[in-house]
T-cell receptor, first 112, second 109 residues
Framework: EAQVTQNPRYLITVTGKKLTVTCSQNMNHEYMSWYRQDPGLGLRQIYYSMNVEVTDKGDVPEGYKVSRKEKRNFPLILESPSPNQTSLYFC???????????FGPGTRLTVT | GQQVMQIPQYQHVQEGEDFTTYCNSSTTLSNIQWYKQRPGGHPVFLIQLVKSGEVKKQKRLTFQFGEAKKNSSLHITATQTTDVGTYFCAGVPGNKLTFGGGTRVLVKP
């Protein structure tokens, strides 16, 4: 079954404690991206990757890091989380033709 | 930067009625995509429009891409309770997807 998986699905953490949200896809997609979703603000892209070792900033990259060492994985790293990073995070993937993104189930992060 | 606006933000619809949601971009798009997100779920891809003036249908849903490739619409006929959710358009000007704020649809039985 074609899917994008994210872990963890829910996370409550404290300010400053480094965390990583993993994302993996089994469709051999070249393109992967991370979004955050906040009430009233819709989906905003954080980072995206066109292929292995190729990443670029989206619209709201501050406070986040990513890496793309393998084609299937695209982890999101928060080196020093802050309360304004409390949000619902989605990972997505698509082929290079960009004919529709497949979204993961989401990770709800709370930073206190 | 590019902006994608959607109106209305909320749509309360009586079951059986039709409604339309609109999407407008500040820049010309190479293509536009539509997604649906059910409450508590993740966005699910519905369709992509590429050509100027293109119209595509999926059962009761009709999608249209404007002639100038800067706007799009989604029309739903005979709304059903299964149509509940938030509908997003997303513009593709290059390598990025820029999402509109979404139209949240509530259906009154």
């Amino acid at each position: 079954e074609a899917q994008v998986t994210q872990n963890p699905r829910y996370l409550i953490t404290v300010t400053g404690k480094k965390l990583t949200v993993t994302c993996s896809q089994n469709m051999n997609h070249e393109y992967m991206s991370w979004y955050r979703q906040d009430p009233g603000l819709g989906l905003r892209q954080i980072y995206y990757s066109m292929n292995v070792e190729v990443t670029d900033k989206g619209d709201v990259p501050e406070g986040y890091k990513v890496s793309r060492k393998e084609k299937r994985n695209f982890p999101l790293i928060l080196e020093s989380p802050s309360p304004n990073q409390t949000s619902l995070y989605f990972c997505a993937s698509s082929s290079t033709s960009r004919t529709g993104d497949y979204f993961g189930p989401g990770t709800r992060l709370t930073v206190t | 930067g590019q902006q994608v606006m959607q109106i209305p933000q909320y749509q309360h619809v009586q079951e059986g009625e039709d409604f339309t949601t609109y999407c407008n971009s500040s820049t010309t798009l190479s293509n536009i995509q539509w997604y649906k997100q059910r409450p508590g779920g993740h966005p699910v891809f519905l369709i992509q429009l590429v050509k100027s003036g293109e119209v595509k249908k999926q059962k009761r849903l009709t999608f249209q891409f404007g002639e100038a490739k800067k706007n799009s619409s989604l029309h739903i006929t005979a709304t059903q309770t299964t149509d509940v959710g938030t509908y997003f358009c997303a513009g593709v000007p290059g390598n990025k997807l820029t999402f509109g704020g979404g139209t949240r649809v509530l259906v009154k039985p």
